[in-house]
């Protein structure tokens, strides 16, 4: 059965950072594209961070570029994004995704068949 579990949100200041974690299985890390999306009350779920593969090509909404980097450990199966130089309009609900089989689109909520539960992240100013 294939599972995601994200984690490591909380609350921290503008400027601060975090290190968000998604945990997998049911599928082997390697050859699968994974994103981080987030959505935030009102509005409509963003992309901001694919890897097309592990040590593939990385995407990065404009928002965040600079400032967030997406990587894998595929031994322990996890997935993480760090996040630095946060801002309040940061603050949402993240979540990590899985979807075997797609080239392109990786920042397309719609391309994606496995979600994680999300973690809330909460940026104060």
């Known amino acids: 059965e294939v599972q995601l579990q994200a984690s490591g949100g909380g609350l921290v200041q503008a400027g601060g950072s975090l290190r968000l974690s998604c945990a997998v299985s049911g599928f082997t890390l390697g050859d699968v594209p994974i994103a981080w999306f987030r959505q935030a009350p009102g509005k409509e779920r963003e992309g901001v961070s694919a890897?097309?593969?592990?040590?593939?090509?990385?995407y990065y909404s404009d928002s965040v570029k600079g400032r967030f980097t997406i990587s894998s450990d595929n031994a322990r199966n996890m997935v993480y994004l760090q996040m630095n130089n946060l801002k309040a309009e940061d603050t949402a609900a993240y979540y990590c995704a899985a979807a075997p089989g797609i080239k392109g689109y990786y920042l397309d909520y719609v391309m994606y068949d496995y979600w994680g539960r999300g973690t809330q992240v909460t940026v104060s100013s």
């Open positions: 890897m097309s593969k592990s040590d593939g090509e990385q």
